[in-house]
């Protein structure tokens, strides 16, 4: 994309608000400091009420990062993921999640979704399947953590424990008996 000052690449990408609405500009290096730079001393006096809130603003990150730290701390015993992979990865690892992060996760939903209840359509077997597959993800951690220690007896009782649950699941639900009329 080309500048729209002078032609040449655009590098900055800078989203304007002018009277509520988003004002797009592509600019190379030059054009945008120029733009963001204040021509001369008087509209630096003018800037620095602007300047002073960013750096409040930057302030309250400073308190985020620390609450961040705290949070990165935070794991979940079913999966194992932290908040902070949860945050890179943007996914969460089980079921369990929304219950270990819920503190976490409430304003994040509310934002998303403007709302932090479920209130549209389950799939078929849901509920029952779900205790089953936060089981399952809990007995694959232990038994690649037990894989770690090289504990290989235990892992080898955790693998024919996740193989029962899973043929399980495979097998179709039981007819039921037909009634009498």
Known sequence: MKCQKCEKQATFHITDLV????NELHLCEDCAQAFLAPPNASD??????????????????GETAEELARL??????????????????GRLGCPYDYTCFAEE????LLNIHD?????????????ANAEQQTQLIRL???MKEAVTREDYEQASKLRDEIREIE??????PAEPPPEDS
């Open 44 to 61: 630096a006096d003018e800037m620095m009420p602007a300047m002073a809130g960013l750096l409040a603003q930057q302030l309250a990150v």
């Open 140 to 142: 694959r951690r232990e």
């Open 115 to 127: 709302e932090t209840r479920h209130v549209g359509k389950v799939p078929k077997g849901f509920g």
């Open 72 to 89: 990165d701390k935070q794991v979940c015993p079913v999966c194992g993921i932290s908040f902070r992979e949860f945050r890179k990865q």
């Open 19 to 22: 009277d509520g609405e988003p």
């Open 105 to 108: 996760l409430e304003p994040l």
């Open 167 to 172: 043929e399980a699941r495979e097998q179709p």
